[in-house]
């Protein structure tokens, strides 16, 4: 299965864009891109998911390098209420299975 | 709104007691799944389930059990708990058709003494 890696933590500024980024480098063709955001004690929540071109959505929006090999999920806006860790993961598999990586917790500032 | 639940929320018990965690789905997705988290790490993939009478082991190896003889229900049995056992264990459904967005339940925290 694919692997994810992203930083460890990232900060914001309230009200400012956030730029969160992954690498999944042995994606295979058929594989898409989820991101899911976690608060404590809670289960993930999805955000958004691509296959190769970019998305957007209300919550934000997910661009894909050409060559697949990474991702990077745009918060346009930060709010205190997007403070959570943010995982970003692949789809894969006959069942499509979710491989997890270690996720990036986001702070925001006020 | 999801409409996936699991329960207990929260459950400690002794070890060598035979548990069963709840997950229901009401939105008639075929896949299942569960995942087990330990605390401040990422989540594993211990079983899946393709539809009725179908069940899978993930990637990480774990000693729990599951069935799934009703589309909207897919619980998962420990036959004798231990220490070890002690984590958080996540549900989750999507849709049959295309790829989309899984739900996930809001967990239960497994501990055993």
């Known amino acids: 299965d694919a692997k994810t890696t992203q930083p460890n933590s990232m900060e914001s500024n309230e009200e400012e864009p956030v730029h969160l980024p992954c690498n999944h480098s042995t994606i295979s063709g058929t594989d898409y891109i989820h991101w899911y955001r976690q608060l404590p004690s809670q289960g993930p929540e999805y955000v958004i998911h691509g296959l190769t071109s970019n998305v957007n959505n209300r919550m934000a929006s997910l661009a894909i390098a050409e060559d697949r090999k990474s991702s990077t999920l745009i918060l346009h806006r930060a709010t205190l209420r997007d403070a959570a860790v943010y995982y970003c993961t692949i789809s894969s598999g006959s069942a499509r299975q979710l491989t997890f990586g270690s996720g990036t917790q986001l702070t925001v500032l006020p | 709104e999801a409409d996936i639940y699991q329960t207990p929320r929260y459950l400690v018990i002794g070890t060598g007691k035979k548990i069963t965690l709840e997950c229901s789905q009401t939105?008639?997705?075929?896949?299942m799944y569960w995942y087990q988290q330990d605390p401040g790490m990422e989540l594993h993939l211990i079983h899946y389930?393709?539809?009725?009478?179908?069940?899978e082991k993930g990637d990480l190896s774990s000693e729990s059990t599951v069935s799934r003889i009703r589309t909207e229900h897919f619980p998962l049995t420990l036959e004798s708990a231990r220490p070890s056992h002690t984590s958080q264990y996540l549900c989750?459904?999507?849709?049959?058709?295309?790829?989309?967005?899984?739900?996930f339940g809001q967990g239960t925290r497994l501990t055993v003494v």
């Open positions: 389930s393709y539809g009725v009478n179908s069940t």
């Open positions: 989750a459904s999507t849709a049959t058709q295309g790829n989309t967005e899984a739900f």
């Open positions: 939105m008639g997705h075929d896949k």
